[in-house]
């Protein structure tokens, strides 16, 4: 793997927490997924950041970072003294 595909991946890494970040409130987890895979798309097209994978395989890709994401958030920041964000 080139230096080129790191710099593209980690790239997406951050959009993925930085969407992830922006859209966090209590409830609505579908919509605020969805809201932040069009985030993502955005980052990436801003940036140039072009991924040779059909686009629903990335969209799936995506999604399953975005639920590991927030699983760890879950565990790790948002759920301090039992409160539980959705």
């Known amino acids: 793997m080139n230096m080129e595909w ?3 991946l980690l790239n997406v890494k951050n959009f993925i927490e ?3 970040v922006m859209v966090e409130h ?5 919509e605020k997924k969805q809201r932040a895979l069009e985030i993502i ?3 990436m ?6 991924l040779p994978l059909p686009d ?5 890709i995506i999604g399953f970072a975005i639920d590991t994401f927030v699983n760890w958030a ?5 759920k301090k ?3 539980e964000n959705g």
């Open 56 to 60: 629903q395989i990335i969209d799936l």
């Open 81 to 83: 003294g039992g409160e």
């Open 26 to 30: 209590p409830g609505g987890g579908s």
């Open 45 to 50: 097209k801003e940036n140039d950041v072009h």
């Open 18 to 20: 930085i969407a992830v």
């Open 41 to 43: 798309h955005i980052l």
């Open 6 to 8: 790191i710099k593209m």
């Open 74 to 78: 879950n565990e790790n920041i948002w």
